[in-house]
């Protein structure tokens, strides 16, 4: 502590109270995580009047082992007061403290932070080692502490808007009758002010220079059915039940696409859903995408569009939820849901531009503040001028609006090129900063949220310049794509797959994401459909062929290293688009086997280290004649996993793989098995390597391999359950019937105790593992 703080620690009438201690003391306060923004972390929210409030600091968790801070009012230090830890956030710890009411007028304050022999500060510059110059504000006569938009405070509301060039600005709303007279003051660049009777629920607009009306950019609510005015809402009514909510690493992800609008309704066993769907719908169905597997939900866009029915890539605002899918609170509680199944949701934001339709944006104050004179225009709509400070504040706030208000848990950024990329805008290095800004802001304030950018280029520059933690992965898609659509004419690409599943570029793990079919490659609108579709064009879409070849491409996506991606009613052979078709909730029982087959191949996924997004990948096996590959997934000193895929038509009945191990390896997965109503060929229970060289490796096995199928071998598999020879999930006489099926046909996988013969052994064996029964 310096000389300074000493004098006023010995003088101040208010002192350090006991210290919390931390499990985790180890004497370093973690810079990097810490975060306090005025705006968004006093309680309440916009302090009035001199009355007493509350300062919350977000820091890592256990991080600390005492926190307090220090205090100013109208420029003299009056003392200190300790902060205690009051709860968490994510990963996140909560340190709060209450400054006492003031006569004063301005308030000031710093964070003195302590872990064991270590003791840094924190002020609107960031952190330090010594007290910082600049300190922490709260202006009761400006109220410039107020975060922008409309906030709800005792007697009325606080407004604060961004117009640089006017000279005066009212609040216009059904709290005054719509009338004049409630006129907000010009500070710096904003108009803010206290207006008397305004209450949540309640609607408004901003009325600039006596002459022009605009709503809100950052009300959370709009009504488009009554001229887009705004809404004032309450940011602190909901009630989280799941506070402690943390996302699965990124290494553990697997990620469902899911559009709100059209989940939930059709043929729905939950019940009814209106047309479109709604946050509650998604939110009352969120276990049936925890049965499923999936720890990670990426939301189409549902920032307010027009009219009621869209994919969402039409916004007019970055903070305003589309109201035909609920309120701001059912949106909450549909988040709060899904964290209760153990599900992150992240959200596909539009930030390079801003629908042609209803842009209330465009000459938003009467002057064009929020374009350029001629605007950067993209294909789709306009770009907003990101080189204006104010324009750049506008996205970077919403971080905290999407990430702090709303808990999600991450960004799908679209079209990042259409911001970053000379090619495509003049205010590339804007854009790139604006990128940056957000990439930095999330890292430190929200931990564990994670940002994916839709980017085509296949380059560690995406996390190294622009600094996101993903991207999505051209070479993995379009080859993958190509390989499952060119084995209909029997000429699949199996060299360009190998080279795309094998890992080895510039980006792999969870630097890509991974997808076979995602929203752009099955709209109707953008001329496309679904897999199923394209591969049987005869309703109902599901044939052999079809079912053989989505499954098989959405395994090795699964399987392979990176982030794996599917899209809503992928896992049930779903063949309607998804923009404006709901999901038939009856193909849940139609393809129970191709349900089950998703649970299990992605329960293996998430369970299994070494098929993590970072665990080791190589292509050992390319054979371009009988279009068969083969990949190992593994961890050093750790599991070892061998994916074979037969993209032909043809079941091969004795096809010999190297495998990179000897010893005991099992089938634990088949894309063709009968209980995923498949053809039920393949491989199946234990078998043992043989001392025959193939490929890179002394020892191989003799497989069969059905038609369009993905085979999962593990080396001894420990916790797989042996006897269930038909991998149902079931014990019964099947499980027997099979198992002497392939005795009798001398199957190596009938080789049940590994022995390299067949004889009563291997029945006694596999008979009293039957009889044990499975964990």
Request: negative net charge; contains cysteine; glycine residues 8%.
């Amino acid at each position: 502590m310096n000389g300074q703080l000493l004098m006023h620690a010995a003088a101040a009438s208010v002192l350090v109270c006991s210290t919390t201690q931390s499990m985790a003391q180890d004497n370093d306060v973690k810079w990097d995580l810490l975060s306090h923004e005025t705006q968004h972390d006093l309680r309440p929210l916009v302090p009035m009047n001199g009355e007493s409030f509350e300062v919350q600091l977000l820091t890592d968790r256990d991080d600390l082992t005492s926190a307090r801070v220090g205090y100013w009012v109208d420029g003299s230090f009056v003392g200190w007061v300790d902060a205690t830890n009051s709860g968490v956030r994510g990963p996140k710890d909560i340190w709060s403290a209450t400054i006492p009411s003031t006569a004063g007028m301005i308030v000031e304050y710093v964070y003195e932070l302590t872990d064991g022999s270590d003791t840094d500060y924190i002020g609107p510059d960031g952190p330090s080692d010594t007290e910082p110059a600049n300190r922490y504000l709260v202006n009761f006569d400006t109220l410039e502490h107020a975060r922008m938009g409309s906030t709800p405070v005792e007697g009325g509301a606080v407004f604060r808007v961004w117009a640089p060039t006017r000279s005066n600005v009212q609040v216009r709303g059904e709290f005054n009758g719509w009338g004049v007279g409630d006129a907000l003051t010009k500070v710096g660049e904003d108009f803010i002010g206290f207006i008397d009777g305004a209450s949540a629920g309640q609607m408004y607009k901003y009325f600039f220079n006596n002459s022009h009306w605009n709503t809100d950019p950052h009300a959370a609510a709009l009504n488009p059915g009554d001229n887009l005015n705004a809404i004032i809402t309450d940011p602190l009514a909901y009630q989280w039940q799941h506070d402690d909510f943390v996302a699965a690493p990124m290494d553990e992800w697997v990620v469902y696409q899911l559009h709100v609008g059209t989940f939930s309704g059709r043929n729905d066993p939950a019940g009814p859903a209106g047309n479109p769907s709604s946050y509650r719908d998604v939110g009352d169905r969120a276990s049936h995408l925890s049965e499923l597997g999936v720890n990670v939900v990426m939301l189409n866009p549902i920032n307010e569009f027009p009219g009621s029915q869209s994919g969402g890539y039409n916004p007019i605002s970055v903070f305003a939820w589309e109201d035909a899918l609920g309120t701001p609170d059912d949106l909450k509680y549909m988040i709060d849901q899904l964290h209760g199944e153990g599900i992150a949701v992240i959200l596909d934001v539009v930030w390079n531009h801003l629908s042609p339709t209803d842009n209330f944006l465009w000459n938003f104050d009467g002057s064009q503040q929020y374009f350029d004179a001629n605007a950067q225009d993209t294909p789709w709509g306009a770009q907003a001028d990101f080189d204006k400070q104010g324009v750049f504040d506008y996205y970077l706030d919403s971080v905290f609006h999407v990430m702090g208000e709303f808990r999600m848990d991450g960004y799908r950024q679209d079209a990042v090129m259409a911001m970053t990329d000379s090619g495509w805008t003049a205010q590339w290095n804007s854009g790139q900063n604006l990128m940056r800004a957000m990439n930095r802001l999330i890292d430190r304030r929200y931990s564990d949220a994670k940002t994916i950018a839709e980017i085509y280029i296949d380059s560690d520059w995406v996390q190294t310049g622009i600094e996101f933690d993903s991207q999505y992965h051209n070479s993995f898609k379009n080859s993958i794509r190509d390989t499952i659509f060119g084995a209909s004419s029997g000429n699949p690409n199996i060299a360009g797959t190998a080279a795309a599943l094998d890992g080895t570029g510039s980006v792999s793990g969870t630097e890509v994401f991974n997808y076979f079919e995602l929203h752009d490659d099955a709209w109707p609108l953008n001329g496309h459909e679904r897999a199923v579709r394209v591969i049987d064009t005869s309703f109902p879409h599901d044939d052999d062929f079809a079912r053989g070849r989505t499954t098989m491409a959405q395994a090795l996506t699964i399987l392979s290293k990176g982030i794996p991606g599917i899209l809503q009613g992928t896992e049930w052979l779903e063949n309607d688009g998804w923009e404006s078709s709901k999901i038939d909730w009856a193909h849940k029982t139609v393809y129970s086997g191709i349900f089950q087959m998703y649970q299990d191949l992605i329960a293996l996924r998430t369970t299994e280290s070494a098929l993590h997004a970072n665990a080791n990948a190589w292509v050992y096996h390319s054979n371009n004649s009988a279009d068969v590959l083969a990949m190992q997934r593994w961890e050093n000193e750790g599991d070892s996993f061998v994916v074979v895929a037969n993209f032909s038509n043809n079941d091969y009945a004795d096809y010999r793989i190297g495998l990179p191990r000897e010893g005991q390896w099992g089938v634990v997965h088949n894309t063709q098995d009968i209980a995923y109503d498949g053809s039920g060929i393949g491989t199946q229970g234990m078998f043992s390597s043989e001392v025959i060289a193939n490929g890179p490796f002394a020892q191989s096995a003799s497989l069969e391999l059905p038609a369009m199928s993905v085979l999962v071998l593990q080396h001894e598999p420990s916790s797989s359950c042996f006897p269930d020879y038909t991998s149902d999930g079931m014990l019964n006489f099947l499980d027997v019937s099979a198992f002497l099926q392939a005795f009798g046909q001398m199957d190596p996988s009938a080789d049940y105790n590994a022995d390299m013969s067949f004889n009563f052994l291997d029945v006694s064996a596999f008979l009293a593992d039957f009889a044990a029964g499975c964990p």
